[in-house]
């Protein structure tokens, strides 16, 4: 009846456990690219002379050879520094003498800074310092029209140094890693779903169901990591972000599931009410998760109009690890399912004969 | 009844813990917030691992019930 256990099988258990490790070691210890962390003060008028204290982080302000920085208004309209003092790796002066000639702006305009030095490459702040403009001039005059010298760029792999997430970008191995494994796992449970629908085999309704329950514990953990995350990104553990709150109703969707097939007695009736019911959540999943985050603002990157899953929030660095860590997740959770399986066929089987 | 023991001396533990949880988030954190936040991953790491050890536990649970039914029947 069941199927005997392959020892050569093994392979993608072994594969799952040496990625995991993978892209727990790896994706703890490739450092971050080099940053600015903060910026004093933050407002300036126009025509002042104001010194800036940078904080970088990761940055090597003394040993990374000559450094510059800039203020930019826009595309073409920059200021050098005329003076720039480096106090330590993570700490530098820099004077700007910005001009009273604000070309066409008037009211309140933040400007970006950028800064570069040989080792570290360049380090872009945007609303670094929000400038008050007063009687301004329209000509444009004391601006360069572009910075004149080449900026330098990182070349050693490093995951890419996004404000307010910092370190906290490492969790996309981790957190969204999770939801993924545990669509291909719902995935699977759909499959085993309709498979029983056509064949009626009992053994269809225990797989269906073991790769429902591993997904639901995976969806169970997505939200508990993503509101750890939230809290030390968002500062709060619950947002009324769509995405949020759409999710929670695809897992309360789930956990009916659960509920559902605890509360019928009957196995034939059981499995056939469950497979109809998984149908049915997985189908509420997608305009749940994929569809409505999308049509309004979200906090998650890829909604709300923001590109989905790339430039800096994904890029190829992140990448070494977070497809690896979305295989390794599955064959994990796969590995679950197989145990939680094998449990019920031998639970199944005693009933039978007793 | 012994179900029942269980489930209080679960209940008491995870009512104390709840009940330490907000002064123990205050503590840490200033800690979790340091260097890049990058305590705050370690967290997530962690929710994953105990995760997947609750299921583990679970699963040794209900093998356990079972293998005492087998032990029993024979």
């Known amino acids: 009846m069941s199927e005997r256990i392959n020892i050569k099988g093994m392979w993608w258990k072994g594969l799952g456990v040496v990625l995991f490790l993978y892209v727990i070691v790896g994706g703890m210890m490739i450092p971050l690219k080099p940053g600015i962390l903060s910026i004093q003060p933050g407002n300036a008028v126009n025509g002042d002379t104001v010194k800036l204290e940078v904080t970088g982080y990761n940055t090597h ?18 200021i050098q520094a005329f003076q720039i003092q480096a106090t330590g790796e993570t700490m530098c002066k820099a004077t700007f003498a910005i001009p009273s000639s604000m070309a066409s702006y008037t009211g309140v305009q933040p400007l970006t800074l950028i800064l570069d030095n040989e080792v570290d490459g360049y380090s872009i702040q945007p609303n670094a310092i929000f400038l008050a403009i007063n009687d301004s001039l329209s000509t444009g005059e004391g601006w360069d029209s572009s910075i004149d010298e080449p900026l330098h760029a990182m070349g050693q792999i490093r995951f890419p140094y996004r404000n307010i997430l910092h370190e906290t970008i ?5 957190h969204i890693a999770l939801w993924f494994a545990m669509f291909l796992l719902l995935l699977a449970g759909l499959w085993h779903a309709v498979m029983y629908l056509r064949q009626g085999l009992p053994q269809q309704d225990i797989q269906s169901a073991a790769y429902h329950k591993v997904a639901i514990l995976f969806g169970l ?15 709060t553990f619950w947002t009324t972000d769509v995405k949020l709150n759409m999710t929670a109703v695809a897992m309360l969707i789930y956990l009916a599931y659960l509920i559902l097939r605890n509360t019928i007695a009957d196995e034939d009736k059981r499995a056939r009410v469950s497979a109809g019911y ?3 959540a997985f189908i509420a999943l997608i305009p749940l998760v994929f569809v409505i985050p999308r049509l309004t603002d979200s906090l998650h990157p890829g909604n709300g109009g923001n590109p989905a899953l790339g430039g800096e929030d994904l890029d190829n660095t992140l990448r070494l690890f977070f497809y690896p860590s979305i295989l390794a997740l599955t064959l994990l959770g796969n590995w679950m399912a197989t145990l939680l399986i094998r449990y019920e066929k031998i639970r199944e089987k005693m009933f039978y004969h007793s | ?5 269980k489930f209080r001396k679960f209940a008491s533990l995870t009512g104390a813990f709840l009940a330490i949880c907000p002064s123990l988030m205050a503590q840490q954190t200033d800690f979790l917030r340091s260097t890049g936040k990058i305590y705050s991953v370690v967290a997530v790491i962690a929710i994953v691992f105990i995760g997947i050890a609750f299921f583990l536990y679970r699963l040794d649970y209900k093998l356990t019930k079972l293998e005492n039914q087998i032990k029993n029947e024979q």
């Open chain 1, 170 to 174: 490492r969790n996309t191995f981790f």
């Open chain 1, 278 to 280: 998984s149908i049915f």
């Open chain 2, 1 to 5: 009844m012994k179900y029942h023991s």
């Open chain 1, 221 to 235: 953990l997505g939200i508990a990591t993503g509101s750890v995350w939230a809290k030390f990104t968002w500062n």
């Open chain 1, 61 to 78: 302000f003394l040993s990374g050879g000559d450094l510059r920085t800039w203020l930019k208004l826009d595309s073409s309209h920059f």
